[in-house]
Each structure stands twice: as structure tokens, then as C-alpha cells.
């Protein structure tokens, strides 16, 4: 167990967390350590006492954030009418991403965070399959979707929400509505370019 931290040393360390909270929720994970410890009232060597590297920061600031991943695909599962519940991870996530820009860049690749962060993704992983799963048992979602996909979704909204967000900041949700009319189980036509698979995802979304 580590030892207790002093009063001083835990408030410095709240003060970052808050500070880069806010900072990678407006501009992103790329904000400079230097603005970091600015906006909390701290030195750069402080900073870099409570958290060594980029990698913890990130973990210690936004492992909370995306565990509201896993709340709402959880709570998506429970909705009885599993197109409603599909439908309304796409919503929550979305949001989430909208209200955090830092959340949005975690998401994107799998460049940010260390082993809390690639934890939570591993967890996140059969929830959306069972979404899929569960949407297609009844009809509603095409058939030839894949757990995969919902990347191509946050890929291409995600970039809707950084072009538009500070003039039309709602407007995704009409992209989201186009793209749900043609994944549902009514579109007749198929689709032939097959899903990435894992593997190929990983690489995708692997820093370079």
C-alpha cells in the first residue's frame, strides 16, 4: 500500500487532476505539461513527482470518464427492446464524447492511457458484442454488422463533432440519424466489404 500523501502534496495533486481535467476536456490530450502545472498553481517538477509520464496523467484523469462507457453499455443492455438499447449506447457515448475532447482522443486510438485505460477497453469489449448480438436476435439491426463497426460510427462522428462543435454543436446527431436509417434491419441492401477484424482494428488505431 502506498504510503498516505501530506496535506500539501494531496492538494498539488488534486489541483492537477482538476486542472488537466478540465484542460484535455476543452483542447485535448496534447496539452503541454508546462500549461498543465500552470493552471493548477504548481511547479512543471512537481507535476512530474505525482505523475512521471503522460501515461499516468491521462490514466489517473480519465480512467473515470470512460468507465462511463462500461455504465452505459451496461444500462443499455438492460433496455428490453434491444434497437432502443443500441441506439441509446450510440446517444451516450456520442455525448461523451462531445462534452470531452480528451475522452473523444482515448477512444479514437490506443495511443493514450496505460493499464487502467487498456483494462476498461477489454471490459468494454464483449458489452458490445452483446449489444450487437442482442439487436440482431430480434430483428432490428442488419445482420452484417459487427462489434467492429461501432468504430466506423465514433470515427466519422467524432470528426463531425471537432468541425462543427463551436458553431452547430448538436448537429452529429442528425449524421447519427442517417446512419442508423441504413443500419437498420429494413435496408435491404448488403454490404460487401467485410468488417475489420481485430487485428486489423489494433492497427488502425495504434499510435504511429
Not at 502545472?37 to 503522460?54: I, N, W
Not at 477489454?122 to 461501432?150: M, T
Not at 436509417?181 to 488502425?204: F, I, M, N, R, Y
Request: glycine share 6%; with cysteine.
Amino acid at each position: 500500500m502506498a504510503p498516505a500523501l501530506r496535506r500539501d502534496a494531496r492538494e498539488n495533486r488534486d489541483a492537477i487532476l482538476t486542472a488537466t481535467r478540465g484542460l484535455f476536456a476543452v483542447d485535448g490530450l496534447n496539452v503541454p505539461a508546462r500549461e498543465i502545472a500552470a493552471r493548477a498553481g504548481v511547479g512543471v517538477g512537481t507535476l512530474y513527482r505525482h505523475f512521471p509520464s503522460r501515461v499516468e496523467l491521462v490514466d489517473a484523469v480519465l480512467e473515470e470518464a470512460f468507465q462511463a462507457y462500461i455504465v452505459a453499455a451496461e444500462q443499455a443492455l438492460e433496455i428490453e427492446d434491444a434497437w432502443d438499447g443500441f441506439v441509446a449506447y450510440l446517444e451516450t457515448a456520442l455525448e461523451l464524447h462531445a462534452a470531452n475532447r480528451g475522452l473523444l482522443a482515448l477512444v479514437e486510438t490506443t495511443e493514450h492511457g496505460g493499464t487502467c485505460v487498456q483494462a476498461l477497453r477489454r471490459k468494454l469489449r464483449p458489452l458490445l458484442e452483446r449489444l450487437v448480438v442482442a439487436a440482431q436476435e430480434q430483428g432490428a439491426l442488419r445482420a452484417d454488422f459487427r462489434r467492429q463497426d461501432f468504430w466506423l460510427i465514433f470515427w466519422s462522428i467524432n470528426r463531425t463533432i471537432e468541425l462543427t462543435g463551436d458553431v452547430a454543436p448538436q448537429v452529429w446527431r442528425r449524421h447519427l440519424d442517417f446512419l442508423l436509417a441504413g443500419l437498420h434491419c429494413s435496408v435491404a441492401k448488403t454490404v460487401e466489404q467485410p468488417a475489420l477484424t481485430d487485428a486489423q482494428l489494433q492497427k488502425v488505431r495504434a499510435p504511429r
